[in-house]
């Protein structure tokens, strides 16, 4: 079965940086889309950035410029470098992975995808 495990949550001041890591195993399709997802007390889980097996890569708007994500397909790690924090960045960040790879190129934000980590939690203090 697929399993995802995030580290590297934490707390830091507003400006600064976090790398989050996501060790995936079980992942048995050719061809697939990983991401981060986030959710925030009260609100509903949305799609940060996504990553394509061929390194395409798909971002929200609001962290485009700050956050850079990253896998590295030999480990099956998956990593979310994320500069200039902002308070609004605070969340739970969870990694996800899903065999439909057109997810990683094009069509609607979010959606259901198949496997889910636990989630890290990140929080930016002002």
């Known amino acids: 079965q697929v399993q995802l495990v995030e580290s590297g949550g934490g707390s830091v001041q507003a400006g600064g940086s976090l790398r989050l890591s996501c060790a995936a195993s079980?992942?048995?399709?050719?061809?697939?889309?990983m991401g981060w997802f986030r959710q925030a007390p009260g609100k509903e889980r949305e799609g940060v950035a996504y990553?394509?097996?061929?390194?395409?890569?798909r971002y929200v708007e609001s962290v485009k410029g700050r956050f850079t994500i990253s896998k590295d397909n030999a480990k099956n790690t998956l990593h979310l470098q994320m500069n200039s924090l902002k308070p609004e960045d605070t969340a739970m960040y969870f990694c996800a992975a899903d065999p439909n790879p057109i997810k990683c190129y094009s069509g609607s934000w979010g959606g259901k995808w198949d496997d889910w980590g636990q989630g890290t939690q990140v929080t930016v203090s002002s």
């Open positions: 079980g992942l048995t399709y050719i061809s697939y889309c």
């Open positions: 990553i394509a097996r061929d390194g395409t890569t």
